[in-house]
């Protein structure tokens, strides 16, 4: 009747030898530590091996396996393999279970002796195999004082997954390369995460690797033999090299080397319709290669699996077995990681991948390499090696063209030679052309002339252009547009040109026909297949992603076997795509960035230059820049031609996707995540230095002496942390009034100002000169940005005595108000103005505004010109004795005078709010705030301690010490990243809506929403609230596709009543999550929130799910082709993942018309089957 399932045994028998002889003494009875782990459990690479069936692309339920570099705390690790015996068995007698069931009689547990776990855990001649690695134990020392019969204790460890890895096993220890859960982190102020690899050939290369895992038809570069030699000691690296360089060596040798050590290599590019093309390029080369997308898996057990970042981002959640055998992992266009939607999915890949994982990043020159290779170090724990080379397999050069016909056809004028210098007399010549033409077109045509920049105009440039590049052989070329529109219409302005003989027409017209066999008639005769034809025909391609990606296919293969001789494209095609030409055309150098129309940056620029210029066909390749209107600058060209490349930048971001396959873990947490992002590791990287500070300073903390005073203990705290708060307000106060325009205006020379420092109390001065003096300052390292360190150069009323003191040794140093203060409250003094005791004296200083405490409203005449004349040259050593002149000595008294009137009436200081009309509410409350505190300063008990000054300044450095402390706690502590806020808001949103309950487990709903990967919450919504359950499945496609079509701007579509309804449910529904996530304080607005969901191919969507033809859907639209196959492909992963919920939530229903769904939409043109993998 009833049926238990056996536990797995516990444990294990061992041989026990001798240690000196070998001899088998015995056996024992170990624990097996890794028994019952599974993907549902456990995050080691020890576990259980799920079903082949989820082998590859892993399960939602899998827990990852463990991120490398990332360590679990010293204290987690000490409570779960220490157990502190006293914490263990403290437990009441009076709670114990005597009587066991069946039995009559109690048990006594009285005379039972109790065990330390902590005293018994381990023998003091136990070692650790990695002590005897890293020469941390000397071994002859275990032979010293043994005996033959003593028996080697193994540490018992407690049976938590933390600790099942931790493990002192010599036998479990030999079979790993590092522990899945490292618990000893390498110091990293000790460790240099990036290294910058030499340049200098490697002479003995065969002989350093003798056994080529791959061996090439031609001699390696330098930086390709560093890269392997790199890859041979299973070294983490990036290379980085221009365009067409030979980056794919590196990639392919670590293939080959996977292969031959038997183990896997994946190769993740950022785009499908470039991982496509790597599967073709490579099953040319290797014999086992398997291509992972969304809709098609090829061959997915061979030792090379070609796939984009997302199926890898998702094979590591969901703990795909596959992970254990992979070797490498190569990542092409790692420059990706800028790009607003990938980027953060490349930081998650690289963070999440397990340490046993090798990483090969490709990139594009970029000025950051090291900084980047960096991050990546500190957050593997591994050192990466820095590979790059600045040489061109074939250089560049750059050319002007001016002209507009086939006589001015000849108008090609270099300005970029090929060693990177600017030509400009080849940039004069092109501008005298314009010129000249320009006034010739006014003395025939006057103002009716032909301008510059009409169609006519154009097709002009593009002929007479493609006639000089004819007659110099200069085909085929690449024409850059940045626009689809402008493609499009380019090449129809040159389609009756021919450029192609009949033999290489016979061959385009064949290749064209065979690779559409697999459409049907009506796809066949689409308006874009029968354009597209006629231009090839010619000679003539077009690529961009409104084109069908079956046709993008057909002209990349035509043009890489150079049966095309100009191709129109857009940027995209730069992107990876490796087919150079002998020219590269720039038809326009300013693009539309979605905001504004700007000049290509220079990474933009080299990116799509770099396609000029075949290996081992051309000796040089030309880059065009057509001037259709006027010669662009010489600035503007040098800052694109020479400029810096743009920056790796992170471009990581939380996802609800993200936290929830998180949360789910436990073990690894978003914050883990956040810490090692690239965006965080400019503040993690100081890390280890504020640990380390923190330390010290709590030892500091620790030793710290109480004020033994019993007049201060009464409330010397209390009054130091209103004088705290009075100074920081008084600080900020100065801040903003020092920034305003209106104070700008008043402190001119001739301003009285009242001045407080160290060595001045409400002394009147006069203004001199804004800024210092020069050479001749005494302040250094001040900040231009920040307004309470501008420096004035001021005449100051002081003793007699301190002038002569200040002028005899000029090497005074000034100090702060902030480093030396008598009494705490004379700061903040408002009492009479100083007035010398002695002699009148004068000084000429230089202070900066936050030593101005009070503004005069008050302006005087002085001879400013002498008086800093005399200064200046009394501070030359032999004329300092000098003493000072007319108009000094005049200037002192009279403000000498001033302020004694001052002291007998009112000294006319100007209010900030009154006078100045600084009325910002923020400024007003603060001012108000300091008004109301700073009377309090005077009423404490402790002012009443003849010690105060010593008691006070006790008490400021023990303050001190510890805000230090509390300062650097926070620095180190999760509450310090960057996205901690957005994190808090996010769970929040999720807490509401019941994905999580308020110990962040997950709830029903979160289960479901972390197995869609776009929209989670939005469509989990949707589901819940039973929005898709009762529609047609072609309707229910058609509502998906609101989620994953990009464009924003589209013809409105024509919907039945019943999808009008259901879209405005959806809409409702995302007015109701983003009205919670505003609430929570998420900086999205609930219009922006719905803006996301664009509506314009529900109605293609649903008649193309009701079987209408291609060629008819597009009357329904303007959107272009490519993006509507784009759409309903993304559409398909999307309805995957619907599935798969429906099937969380027990809804059989809907899973078999999601079925259906995507059964109606996978037909014809739009799931063509790609000519690279066909």
């Known amino acids: 009747m009833f049926d238990a399932v056996m536990l797995p045994h516990p444990t294990d028998i061992c041989m026990e030898r001798d240690p000196k002889t070998g001899k088998l003494k015995g056996y024992q009875e170990v624990l097996c530590h890794d028994v019952g782990l599974t993907a549902q459990n456990s995050m080691s690479m020890n576990r259980k091996p799920g079903p082949l069936t989820d082998s590859v692309k892993g399960e939602s339920s899998n827990k990852p396996f463990w991120p490398g570099g990332v360590f679990f705390s010293e204290a987690l690790l000490k409570t779960v393999t220490q157990p502190n015996s006293d914490e263990i068995f403290e437990v009441k007698k009076e709670n114990y279970l005597t009587r066991p069931p069946g039995f009559s009689f109690d048990i006594s547990f009285d005379n039972i002796e109790r065990v330390s776990l902590a005293d018994s855990s381990t023998n003091a001649n136990t070692i650790s195999i990695n002590d005897i690695i890293s020469n941390d134990i000397d071994l002859t020392s275990l032979y010293i004082n043994i005996d033959d019969d003593e028996q080697v204790v193994e540490a018992q460890e407690s049976p938590v997954d933390v600790a099942l890895l931790v493990t002192d096993d010599i036998s479990s220890q030999l079979l790993q390369v590092e522990d899945d859960f490292p618990s000893k982190r390498v110091k990293d102020e000790e460790k240099k995460w990036a290294t910058l690899d030499d ?13 080529m895992a791959f061996k090439f038809p031609f001699e390696l570069d330098v930086f390709q033999k560093r890269a392997i030699l790199h890859l041979e000691k299973h070294e983490n690296i990036l290379v980085a090299a221009h365009t067409s360089a030979g980056k794919t060596v590196v990639a392919e040798y670590a293939i080959a080397l996977a292969q031959k050590h038997m183990r896997k290599a994946i190769y993740t590019s950022p785009i499908k319709a470039l991982s496509n093309q790597k599967f073709r390029d490579f099953r040319d080369t290797f014999p086992e290669v398997g291509l992972l997308t969304g809709d098609v898996q090829i061959k997915p057990e061979a030792t090379c699996l070609i ?63 090291l900084e980047f290779a960096s991050w990546i170090g500190k957050t593997k724990q591994k050192e990466v090696y820095v590979v790059q080379t600045k040489m061109r397999p074939v250089p560049l ?22 060693k990177g210098n600017f030509l400009l007399s080849g940039y004069r010549a092109a501008l005298n052309a314009k010129k000249e033409r320009a006034s010739k077109v006014d003395e025939s045509y006057g103002p009716k002339g032909v301008r510059q920049g009409n169609p006519q105009a154009d097709k002009s440039v593009w002929l007479s252009l493609l006639s000089m590049l004819q007659k110099k052989d200069q085909l085929p070329v ?45 796809d066949r005769q689409l308006p874009q297949v029968l354009w597209l034809e006629e231009l090839l025909k010619n000679g003539i391609g077009v690529h961009h992603s409104g084109i069908l990606p079956i046709l993008k296919e057909i002209v990349e293969m035509l043009f890489s076997r150079g049966l095309l001789k100009i191709l129109f494209a857009t940027e995209t095609f730069a992107m990876g795509v490796n087919m150079p030409a002998r020219t590269v055309v720039f038809d326009s150098t300013r693009k539309f960035d979605g905001n504004n129309f700007r000049d290509l940056h220079s990474s933009e620029y080299i990116q799509m230059a770099g396609r000029a210029g075949r290996r081992g066909l051309d000796n040089t390749g030309m880059v065009i820049l057509l001037c259709k209107g006027d010669v662009p600058e010489t600035s503007d060209l040098n800052k694109m031609m020479l400029g810096t490349p743009t920056k790796l930048t992170s471009q990581f971001r939380l996802t609800y996707y993200m936290i929830l396959n998180l949360l789910r873990v436990k073990q690894l947490t978003v914050q883990d995540m956040m810490k090692r992002s690239f965006s965080e590791y400019y503040l993690q990287k100081d890390a280890p230095e504020n640990e380390k500070k923190l330390e010290e300073l709590r030892i500091k903390c620790k030793q710290l002496k109480d004020i033994d005073c019993p007049v201060c203990s009464i409330d010397l705290k209390a009054y130091y942390l209103a004088w705290t708060e009075c100074y920081q307000l008084q600080k900020q106060i100065k801040n903003i009034l020092f920034s305003s325009m209106q104070c700008q205006k008043l402190l001119v020379p001739g301003r009285l100002l009242l001045v407080t420092n160290a060595n001045h109390k409400r002394s009147l001065s006069v203004i001199l ?149 600084l009325n910002e509410i923020k400024f007003v409350e603060k001012h108000k705030k300091f008004e109301r505190i700073l009377p309090s300063l005077h009423c404490f008990n402790c002012l009443d301690c003849p010690n105060i000054i010593k008691h006070f300044s006790l008490m400021q450095s023990n303050m001190q010490v510890k805000e230090d402390v509390a300062m650097l706690e926070f620095r180190l502590s999760d509450e310090n990243l960057n996205l901690m806020q957005e994190y808090n808001q996010r ?31 939005m469509i989990t919504e949707l589901l819940i609230n039973n929005v898709l359950t009762d529609l047609h499945p072609s309707e229910i496609v058609a509502v998906l596709s609101c989620f994953v079509f990009e464009q924003k701007k589209s013809s409105p579509p024509t919907l039945t009543d019943n999808l009008q309804k259901v879209v405005n449910t959806v809409k409702q529904i995302a007015k109701t999550v983003a009205v919670c996530q505003k609430k929570q304080g998420l900086n999205v607005t609930v219009e922006e929130f719905i803006e996301e969901l664009h509506f314009g191919l529900v109605e293609v969507v649903y008649e193309w799910a009701r079987g209408m033809s291609f060629k008819d859907i597009m009357n329904l639209t303007d959107v272009s082709e490519g993006n509507i196959v784009r759409c ?35 037909r014809d043109v739009v799931f063509a089957a790609s000519l690279y993998t066909s």
């Open 987 to 1017: 769970i929040e949103v999720l807490k509401t809506l019941n994905y999580i309950d308020k110990e962040m487990n997950l709830q029903h709903k979160g289960r479901v929403a972390f197995e869609i990967s776009t929209h989670e919450v």
């Open 769 to 917: 000169q804004i800024g210092g003096l020069g050479n001749l300052s005494s302040f250094k390292g001040l900040s231009s940005k920040n307004p309470l360190e501008k420096l004035y150069t001021v005449l100051i009323s002081c003793e007699k005595n301190y002038e002569e003191m200040k002028m005899s040794d000029i090497s005074t140093t000034k100090v702060s108000q902030e480093e030396e203060v008598k009494h705490p409250n004379e700061m903040f003094l408002q009492n009479d103005l100083f007035i010398p005791k002695g002699q009148c004296g004068q000084i000429v200083e230089e202070i900066i505004a936050a030593d101005i405490c009070e503004i005069v409203n008050k302006v005087i005449k002085v001879d400013l010109e002498k008086i800093l004349e005399n200064h200046k040259k009394r501070l030359i050593p032999r004329f300092r004795s000098d003493p000072p002149s007319q108009s000094t000595v005049i200037a002192g008294q009279q403000l000498f005078n001033l302020a004694k009137d001052f002291n007998d009436k009112v000294c006319p200081v100007m209010h900030p709010i009154h006078d100045l009309c």
């Open 478 to 522: 690449v024409a850059f547009t940045l626009s689809k529109k402008k493609c499009d219409q380019n090449a129809e302005k040159v389609s009756s040109v021919e450029l192609v003989t009949s033999t290489e027409r016979s061959h385009i017209i064949s290749f064209f026909n065979k690779s559409l066999r697999q459409l049907k008639g009506s």
């Open 1128 to 1162: 309903i492909q993304r559409l398909d992963e999307t309805c995957r993942d619907v599935r798969k919920a429906a099937h969380v939530i027990g809804v059989q229903a809907l899973c078999d018309k999601m079925e259906e769904g995507m059964s109606l939409i996978r």
């Open 307 to 369: 796939m984009t970042t997302e199926i890898l981002r998702s094979m590591l959640y969901n703990g795909s077995d596959v992970i254990r055998d992979v070797e490498w992992v190569i990542f092409d266009e790692i420059h990706y990681i800028n790009d607003l939607e990938r980027g953060v999915v490349y930081e998650e890949v690289l963070i999440m991948l397990p340490s046993h994982v090798g990483i090969i990043l490709l990139s594009a020159t970029v000025p950051n390499t």
């Open 199 to 211: 340049f200098t050939d490697v002479k003995d290369f065969h002989r350093l690797v003798i056994d």
């Open 397 to 418: 050069e750059h050319y002007l063209y001016t002209g507009n016909s086939n006589k001015t056809s000849n108008e090609l004028f270099c300005i970029l030679d090929q």
